[in-house]
C-alpha cells in the first residue's frame, strides 16, 4: 500500500502564501505524476496543477502564475507554492500520486486526507 501525507494547511490572509507538502511512503517502486487538486464547499473536486517525473507540469487556469508546483523525487514528495491566495482558493486541498509498488506491476493512484486551506480576513 502506499500512503500519501499533507501538510502545511491553514488559516491565510488574502494575498498571502501557503506551501503545502505532501510525502508518500510505503510500497514504491516508481512514481509518476503528483498533483493537487482541491475541493471547495458544496462543489466537486477539480485539478490544482500535475507535475511529471521529469518535471513538466500543468496548472489550472485559475492559478496560472500565482501557483507552483514542484517535487523532490529522492523524498518522494510534492509541494505545491500558493502566492497571492485569495478566498476563492479556500478549500481542502488533496494530494494525488501514481505510484506502481513494484516491476510490472499495476500502477495505483493514491490520495492523501486532505488539508484545508481558509483564505479569509
Known amino acids: 500500500q502506499v500512503q500519501l501525507v499533507e501538510s502545511g494547511g491553514g488559516l491565510v490572509q488574502p494575498g498571502g502564501s501557503l506551501r503545502l507538502s505532501c510525502a508518500a511512503s510505503?510500497?514504491?517502486?516508481?512514481?509518476?505524476?503528483m498533483g493537487w487538486y482541491r475541493q471547495p464547499p458544496g462543489k466537486k473536486r477539480d485539478l490544482v496543477a500535475t507535475?511529471?517525473?521529469?518535471?513538466?507540469?500543468n496548472y489550472a487556469d485559475s492559478v496560472k502564475g500565482r501557483f507552483t508546483i514542484s517535487r523532490d523525487n529522492a523524498k518522494n514528495t510534492v509541494y505545491l507554492q500558493m502566492n497571492s491566495l485569495k478566498p476563492d482558493d479556500t478549500a481542502v486541498y488533496y494530494c494525488?500520486?501514481?505510484?506502481?509498488?513494484?516491476?510490472?506491476?499495476?500502477?495505483?493512484?493514491?490520495w492523501g486526507q486532505g488539508t484545508q486551506v481558509t483564505v479569509s480576513s
Open positions: 494525488n500520486a501514481d505510484v506502481s509498488p513494484g516491476p510490472k506491476l499495476t500502477t495505483v493512484s493514491a
Open positions: 510505503g510500497s514504491i517502486f516508481i512514481i509518476y505524476k
Open positions: 507535475i511529471t517525473t521529469s518535471g513538466n507540469t
